[in-house]
């Protein structure tokens, strides 16, 4: 086993985490411990039940449920696609403006006042 110094791992921390998933053996000394380093295997299937404890049948629901709301907003025009590139990305963002609904548009007209003619001569 190769043991590093904390300061050791932190200077080429990519090359000992790349030799640790070669199947080297890589230990970094914290004070009286010896910490390995070690690839962990992920299994995303579980994951929603490990840490929320949510059942596989509760998770299709919710991304069924999910699948129609966007596919909705799509059809409304309440739905926008990002591209890739950040700048062009903001662009579209600070252009876009959600459409109102025609009961929101009438409210938010307000009645003009009329001057009376008194007011308009001073």
Do not use: C
């Amino acid at each position: 086993m190769t043991t590093l110094t904390i300061t050791d791992a932190k200077k080429n921390l990519g090359k000992w985490l790349n030799a640790a998933i070669k199947g080297e053996d890589i230990g970094i000394v914290a004070g009286p411990n010896v910490v390995a380093l070690r690839p962990v295997e992920v299994e995303a299937t579980d994951y929603a039940w490990r840490e929320y404890g949510v059942t596989p049948e509760q998770l299709d629901r919710f991304i069924e449920k999910e699948n129609k709301r966007i596919d909705e907003m799509k059809r409304k025009g309440d739905y926008i696609i990002l591209p890739d590139n950040l700048e062009e990305a903001l662009e579209k963002i600070t252009h876009y403006q959600p459409r109102r609904t025609k009961a929101a548009s009438r409210t938010a007209k307000k009645p003009r006042r009329l001057r009376s003619s008194r007011a308009a001569s001073r």
